[in-house]
Nanobody, 127 residues
Framework: QVQLVESGGGLVQAGDSLRLSCAAS????????MGWFRQAPGKEREFVAA????????RYADSVKGRFTISRGNDKKTVYLQMNSLKPEDTAVYYC????????????????????WGQGTQVTVSS
């Protein structure tokens, strides 16, 4: 089993920045991608960003391109989401997820492709 713990959420104003972190522990995965999803009240969970095992070829939702940056630590067990120029529509619970992948370059973008999930961290952006 893999445990994922998110941190870094909070209440900010529009235009501010936040950095989310996710730490993985437990079973060591030989190859995995890590991603961030978010879920606003009354809406489905949606893809935000993903980074493959290689750390390259990151993938983003159109709504966050140019504002959010995903990266993973050298230990491969930590993933970050730097969020700049935040908007009220970014308000949601943000979830970290890990996917076992066949290649080190794979970046899954759907919830079904991820095997492990964190509990989520709330991000609220006021206007």
């Amino acid at each position: 089993q893999v445990q994922l713990v998110e941190s870094g959420g909070g209440l900010v104003q529009a235009g501010d920045s936040l950095r989310l972190s996710c730490a993985a522990s437990g079973q060591t995965l030989s190859s995995n991608a890590m991603g961030w999803f978010r879920q606003a009240p009354g809406k489905e969970r949606e893809f935000v960003a993903a980074v493959p095992w290689s750390g390259r070829n990151t993938r983003y939702a159109d709504s966050v391109k140019g504002r959010f940056t995903i990266s993973r630590g050298n230990d491969k067990k930590t993933v970050y989401l730097q969020m700049n120029s935040l908007k009220p529509e970014d308000t949601a619970v943000y979830y970290c997820a890990a996917a076992v992948t066949r290649t080190i370059w794979t970046t899954p973008a759907t919830t079904d492709e991820y095997h492990y999930w964190g509990q989520g961290t709330q991000v609220t952006v006021s206007s």
